[in-house]
């Protein structure tokens, strides 16, 4: 009847056809459609699909009748037309392909097992994580299963394209087919003004069409009937790459633009999804693919949808689904859209059998199982669905191991994560974790873990890095119990110039083995006075052994791995970088936080000789804040320095970029990223600048793992042969370094052929990605403040620096950041950051004793002491004795301040010793105590409180001399009451050290097997 009236055909005509209809229906229990029948009940159903905005084109829709298509390959070739025909047109038509109807009752109609016929995969990765697009995750699995189909390419990717499943009907079996090239229009995504979003390597189809649908129509279901319309960009940008279900890009996209998503208020979810729409709609329009934008289509289907109200007083609509889902407000159906009301109206387009049906049916027929081999396969298939059940339920419940480390300067957190890296591709591993700042509480984190590695250093004098005593704390406490029964391992971070060698880690070691964890080697040291890269190995050898042994991983992949590790195999990067200048579009930046600004406001040279050897730098913040405490004194202030700009100019050249232009990194697996980066350290995205002048440390020695990186960009083979050499043989390396002076920013100077000025723009970009995560990282450097807030406020603070010299073979070498601080202009903007040492504050009570020792430098924080007495309100101050040791007069460095803080009052005795002044016999710190033992004597029984600075042989020969004069049980006494307080600099025997290293990496070269051999050993 509706066919009759709305074409036009007269009431006899319609009376004629029905009666036709009947008469077939009772020979034949069904009839058949006309063409025109069938076109218009087509399009009919379209007009009634409540979900559809595009329906204005309802007339447009034509058809291909296919139904007499008799095999499943008539079916694919009938596909095949319907989407030649899309593709070869200048805009995409509306076509329905109609096969044959199901014959009334008896479920027998053709089907299409895929949702639409062009569609992308989703493969299975590790633990949850996914690749491609999830909508398809049970199609997927389906066809490998049943069909044992494999994505055309080497590896999963994110956009296989689908087979196309036909069944002509329940009595045939199922068969996949390929699509060919000619029928597919891929679309690849580019944004015009955001590099970022380009290169993430987006695509999408041209053609959207729906396959697993049924056309009811004038009784007769037909059951495959593809229909397409051309997409409105929202489906693509905003649903299919926006959902958190599907693709969940908007993070990637948000990164790629440089917009922190750390944070809500950027809006990082709104500006992603417009650049996303913009993306996608500009690729298809210069691709001249038919595309129509949500405010066009909105305010077509605005007036469509009146013009049907007015004259056919219907228009079935799901608001949800035709308002679009982005800018949704901004359409003028916003409003009074929800009024809309879905309900069905024959014909109409239904969906059709689920996937799961499709396969019950299939598999109750013995399609899948029916001759030997394929139920063999397929019970096999079954044992190993079984047998990674049976896994995943493991891994539910064992996360796998965890790397925690202590860093107090971040060589040992680069080692963890270079750790964790090695280890997470072939093992499930958690992300490392400080220590320090755990972000997660400890009593969950160790649930279901197999195995903790745990990575630290030692500072001060034998101390674990600070803020790591939060996790021994929780090892004591009741809470702790949770590690009993865990495996684990430790690696030590120190340096033999230290009298307590290691003991932070071997500290950890202890306190694990008391709250019950067990070891599964001895703790291997690693020292940095030589072999360091060795001793890393030595313990990455024993971990592989003892995962071989517990069976978390076979033997083949245990050599493999430690092949991988020797050969400095860490796997390719898992993102890729781009570069754009920062004049291409506005964008701005994440917030980088280095720390709160301070102005350098005055330099002095100390001590009488006039040079600037030791200088005192004064430090107004920038903005300064009315009434916060910025330091107390004895706090400790890290200085970020920064390397020269035309030194990373000279660098990023050598890169073909330059400093002004922005990277991005695009991490290729959301799981690899934290917080927006793929490195904490490096900000995302960040300019050349910053990365070359203030992240990486372009001054510092190349490493073992860089040369290996490096090496696999060299082409010459002898050249390349010298670079893996250098990589593996760590006494060699660091000779040449010594010799060559080569620091990360000259190496290209070794290697000119790796240099962009040698070679493709493109390939040294690619050595950048592939160097990136092993350069080493500039890390702030820490000095003590040397005045107190009680004088200038504060927002003011004083710096003790000792411009640091030393020898690297015949050369003369300044300190990185001392010569910095040292030669600044005055009114520069530094960033520090202040870490408060409440362990190295004064005493309460100005009336409580102290005394002080310090050798060199180490008079910084009492610089501040004193001048905190000085400035003390309080009349009453109990005995304050400093004891200084320096080499000669003309390094006494605040002789002036302290002899007139004697006068003032503020110091009862000013003690110096001398070590190297002509005509002076040598005296020590030491020989200072032991002189004056009786004030020592009187100050400790006066419930006195010891505090030494400087470097770690001040500590140990002021040790030594408290100990004579008070005896080991009162020093000891004083540690454990917390009256003798230590704020250590460090070793600086350097000139030892050079040779001392060659030396150690030779000694450990010797004592260790090769790798290879390290199973049978
Ligand atoms: C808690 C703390 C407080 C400090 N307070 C002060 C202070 O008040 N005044 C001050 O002048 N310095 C202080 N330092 C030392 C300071 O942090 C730097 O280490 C020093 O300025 C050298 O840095 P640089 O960049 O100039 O040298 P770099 O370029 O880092 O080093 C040059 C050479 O010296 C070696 N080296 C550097 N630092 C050390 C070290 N600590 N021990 C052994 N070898 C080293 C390096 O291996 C390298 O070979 C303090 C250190 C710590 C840990
Ligand atoms: C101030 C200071 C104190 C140190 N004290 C010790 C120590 O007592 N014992 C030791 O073995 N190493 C000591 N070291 C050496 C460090 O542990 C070693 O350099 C380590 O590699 C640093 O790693 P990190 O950067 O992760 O903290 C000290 C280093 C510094 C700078």
Redesign the pocket.
């Known amino acids: 009847m509706l066919y009759g009236k709305e074409r036009g055909r007269s009431a006899e005509e319609i009376e004629r056809r029905i009666r036709e209809i009947k008469e077939s229906i009772a020979v034949t229990g069904t009839y058949a459609h006309t063409v025109d029948e069938l076109r218009h009940g087509a399009r009919v159903s379209w007009r009634n699909a409540p979900k559809c905005i595009n329906r204005k084109f309802w007339q447009t829709l034509e058809i291909i009748d296919a139904r007499d298509a008799s095999t499943n390959e008539e079916m694919f070739n009938a596909i095949k037309t319907h989407l030649s025909r899309c593709i070869e047109a200048d805009h995409i038509p509306v076509l329905m392909t109609v096969f044959k109807p199901e014959t009334p009752g008896a479920s027998d109609g053709p089907r299409i097992w895929n949702s639409q016929l062009l569609r992308y995969a989703c493969h299975r990765g590790i633990g949850n994580e996914t690749i491609g697009d999830p909508a398809e995750l049970a199609f997927t699995d389906a066809i490998k299963r049943h069909f044992d189909w494999k994505p055309k390419g080497d590896a999963p990717g994110m956009f296989d394209l689908l087979p196309v499943v036909c069944q002509i009907n329940p009595e045939a079996a199922p068969e996949i087919f390929e699509l060919p090239e000619e029928c597919v229009i891929e679309v690849p995504i580019h944004h015009p003004d955001c590099s970022g979003i380009s290169a993430m390597g987006l695509r999408w189809y041209g053609v959207p069409a729906v396959s697993n649908i049924t056309l009811d129509l004038g009784g007769l279901k037909y059951t495959a009937a593809p229909f397409n319309g051309w997409y409105m960009v929202t489906e693509i940008a905003t649903r299919n790459f926006g959902d958190e279900g599907r693709y969940n890009l908007l993070p990637k996209i948000a990164h790629a633009m440089g917009i922190d998503t750390s944070i809500e208020d950027t809006l990082w979810r709104d500006h992603a999804l417009a650049a996303i729409n913009y993306a996608v709609l500009h690729s298809f329009k210069r691709a001249r693919v038919s595309m129509v934008d949500h405010h066009t289509a909105a305010a077509a289907f605005a007036a469509w949808r009146a013009d049907e109200l007015k004259n056919r007083g219907y228009c079935p609509g799901n608001w949800k689904w035709i308002l679009p889902p982005t800018a949704a407000s901004t359409s003028s159906l916003y409003l009074g859209l929800n009024k809309m009301t879905e309900y069905t109206l024959k014909p109409t387009l239904v969906p059709g059998l689920g996937l799961k049906s499709l396969v019950n049916r299939a598999n109750q027929k013995g399609y899948f199982s029916h001759n030997s081999t394929q139920s063999v396969e397929s019970s096999m298939i079954l044992l190993r669905a079984a047998a990674k059940f049976k896994m995943k339920a493991k891994m539910m419940k064992v996360k796998g191991g965890l790397v925690l480390y202590a860093?107090?300067?971040?060589?040992?957190?680069a080692r963890a994560f270079a750790m964790w890296n090695v280890l997470r591709q072939r093992v499930p591993m958690i992300r490392p974790i400080n220590l320090a700042s755990p972000e997660v509480e400890f009593t969950s984190l160790f649930e279901g873990v197999e195995f903790v590695i745990l990575m630290s250093?030692?500072?001060?004098?034998?101390a674990i890095?600070t803020g790591s005593e939060l996790f021994v704390d929780f090892m004591k406490s009741d809470a702790g119990k949770v590690l009993k029964g865990i495996n684990f391992a430790v690696c030590a971070?120190?340096?033999s110039a230290?009298p307590?060698?290691?003991?932070?880690g071997k500290h950890f070691a202890q306190q694990l083995s008391e709250a019950g964890a067990v070891e599964m080697f001895p703790t291997v040291m690693v020292d940095?006075l030589g072999g360091e890269d060795l001793s890393v190995r030595d313990f990455v050898s024993l971990l592989f052994k003892w995962l071989l042994r517990e069976n978390r991983i076979t033997l083949s992949l245990h050599n493999l791995m430690l092949e991988n590790f020797e050969n400095g195999r860490t796997g390719e990067p898992a993102f890729s970088i781009y570069i754009q200048p920062r004049e291409a579009n506005g964008l701005q930046m994440s917030p980088v936080h280095l720390g709160t600004p301070a102005i350098l406001t005055e330099r002095k040279a100390l001590g009488s000789s006039g040079a600037l050897s030791t200088v005192q730098v004064s430090f107004k913040l920038a903005q300064s804040k009315r009434g916060v405490e910025y330091y107390k004194e004895g706090d400790h202030v890290a200085v970020h320095p920064k390397a020269s700009k035309a030194q990373a100019a000279y660098f990023a050249a050598h890169f073909g970029v330059q400093l002004s232009d922005n990277l991005f990194i695009v991490p290729l697996r959301e799981k690899d990223t934290f917080k927006g980066s793929i490195d904490p350290a490096i900000p995302n995205p960040c300019t050349i600048e910053h990365l070359f002048t203030t992240v990486i440390d372009i001054n510092a020695e190349p490493s073992a793992d860089l040369l290996h990186a490096l090496s696999q960009h060299v082409e010459n083979a002898e050249c390349k042969e010298e670079l893996e050499d250098l990589a593996r043989d760590e006494a060699r390396r660091i000779q040449w370094i010594q010799q060559s002076d080569v620091r990360v920013f000259s190496l290209f100077e070794h290697f000119q052929t790796l240099s962009a000025l040698h070679r493709d723009a493109d390939d040294a970009l690619d050595v950048l990605r592939d160097c990136l995560l092993l350069f080493p990282k500039l890390?702030p450097r820490f000095y003590s403040v040397s005045s107190s807030p009680l004088s200038n406020g504060s927002n003011e603070f004083d710096l003790t620096v000792g411009r640091v010299q030393y020898r690297l073979g015949t050369r003369l070498k300044l300190g990185f950041c001392s010569d910095y601080l040292a030669s600044l202009p005055l009114q520069t903007i530094v960033y520090v950051v202040n870490r408060p040492a409440p362990e190295f504050r004064l005493p309460r009570s100005d009336k409580t004793p102290i005394l002080m020792i310090a050798g060199g430098t180490g008079i910084a924080p009492f610089k501040g002491f004193v001048e905190n007495r000085l400035f003390s309100r309080n009349a009453v101050k109990g005995e304050a004795i400093l004891v200084y040791g320096c080499r000669t007069r003309s390094n006494e460095l605040y002789r002036e301040f302290m002899e007139d803080a004697v006068e003032k009052g503020a110091l009862s005795q000013y003690l110096v010793g001398l070590s190297r002044e002509d005509g002076v016999s040598k005296t020590y710190v030491s020989d200072v105590l032991l002189a004056n033992a009786e004030s020592v004597k009187r100050l400790i029984a006066h419930d006195g409180h010891v505090y030494v600075c400087g470097d770690?042989r001040i500590e140990v020969s002021a040790r030594e001399a408290l100990v004579s004069i008070l005896g080991e049980n009162t020093v000891r006494h004083l540690e454990t009451s917390r009256r003798y307080s230590l704020d250590?600099?460090?070793?600086w025997d350097l000139q030892a050290t050079s040779a001392a290293r060659v030396e150690g990496a030779l000694k450990k070269q010797n004592s260790l097997p090769p790798l290879r051999h390290a199973l049978s050993a």
């Open positions: 860093s107090e300067g971040g060589k040992t957190q250093s030692t500072t001060g004098s034998g890095p971070f120190g340096s230290y307590k060698f290691c003991a932070g940095e890390r770690v250590i600099f460090g070793a």
